[in-house]
């Protein structure tokens, strides 16, 4: 009895909320004050570097707007990796399905018989298409062979990345763009309004709210749903109860691709105006969006807060670079520091710590 350590740890059956609020903050805490050694490394004081990050972010109604127009693409990927994740499918690949979006969004816009009238709900109709087609691949793979999803996905992204290139420095570069590799400007009907004279594209914006809402309901109020949370909490389980696990893969998968398909339209169509380089078109929103929906621990409702904070890191980081002179990688170093400390704390959400009592 004596060589019994003074504490025991016990597994968590189901963590309470106000454990999952917890160890999300401390995560974040920690992630925060690993950064803080990092700007400190390049020379910047980090309570300047942490204003700075603040009022770049939140410090008028300007820097709001960038906050907002950050966040919507991350949300709606978010969005879409939640049912992936919920479903125990990792879906690593939403850049690329991103991009597949924009592609699609496009092809409508410069190549299409599609009447002026319709062609932005054309463009998120065949960018949704487009983005579930290129994640349906995975899909088939692993339900059908058994071929790991986390690399099947990732590798999508570069096949992504190299056809988006391809188009743009060869059948569909612009005639009006000397030389660089653009296509033509999207017509004045194909391009998203925004409010008043922001970047924030509010059709795409209200999409993903409704989406957060719709794909709530869908796991938690209905029978697919169900089967979701169930084959992912247990496939055997799913399995011996009459669940179809390529069914459910086939569809979260059809769901996750299209949502982050039509993020790619947002920012070809109310952004951009046109198909561009990947690094320029996509700030890595895809790998982001990974983080957001981790942090929002599976709830699409969650993401539109997460998705938020990412996108004032994405805001805020640019006035660091501007103000203090730091790398423009600075934001990627927050959110891999921050991807880090979530992980990390899975081990406290799975399991507590319990101080024996003396007799």
Do not use: C
């Amino acid at each position: 009895m004596k060589d019994k350590l003074p504490f025991e740890i016990k597994k968590r059956q189901n963590p309470s909320g106000f454990a999952v609020i917890t160890v999300s903050l401390l995560a974040l805490i920690g992630a925060f004050l690993v950064a803080s050694i990092v700007f400190w490394a390049y020379g910047a004081n980090p309570i300047n570097a942490y204003r700075a990050l603040f009022g770049g972010a939140f410090g008028g109604l300007y820097e709001i707007s960038e906050t907002v127009r950050r966040a919507t693409p991350l949300m709606l990927a978010g969005i879409g990796l939640v049912i992936a994740f919920k479903a125990k499918f990792w879906n690593i690949g939403a850049e690329g399905q991103l991009l597949l979006g924009a592609i699609a969004a496009s092809w409508v816009a410069l190549f299409s018989p599609v009447p002026e009238p319709l062609l932005i709900p054309a463009m998120f109709f065949f960018g949704f298409l487009a983005g579930a087609a290129w994640g349906l691949i995975p899909a088939f793979l692993k339900s059908k062979l058994g071929i790991n999803d986390v690399i099947t996905t990732l590798m999508l992204n570069y096949v992504a990345i190299n056809l988006v290139l391809f188009l743009v420095q060869g059948p569909w570069k612009g005639e009006k763009q000397w030389g660089f590799p653009y296509t033509d400007k999207f017509p004045s009907a194909a391009r998203l309004p925004t409010l008043g004279n922001t970047n924030v594209h509010w059709i795409t914006l209200v999409i993903g709210v409704l989406a957060a809402v719709l794909i709530y309901f869908l796991i938690n109020r209905t029978t697919p749903g169900f089967e979701i949370r169930v084959l992912g909490s247990s496939p055997p389980a799913g399995r011996f109860a009459g669940m179809s696990y390529v069914k459910t893969t086939l569809l979260v998968m059809f769901i996750s691709g299209g949502m982050a398909g039509m993020a790619g339209v947002g920012e070809v169509a109310g952004i951009h105006h046109m198909l561009m380089n990947p690094a320029e078109l996509s700030l890595g929103y895809g790998y982001t969006a990974i983080i957001v929906a981790w942090l929002a621990r599976k709830n699409p409702l969650s993401v539109i807060v997460t998705s938020l904070f990412f996108g004032a890191i994405f805001a805020g980081g640019n006035a660091i670079k501007v103000s203090l002179g730091l790398p423009f990688q600075i934001t990627d170093v927050f959110n891999g520091l921050i991807l880090f400390f979530l992980i990390g704390s899975e081990l406290l959400m799975s399991y507590k710590i319990e101080w024996r009592r003396e007799e």
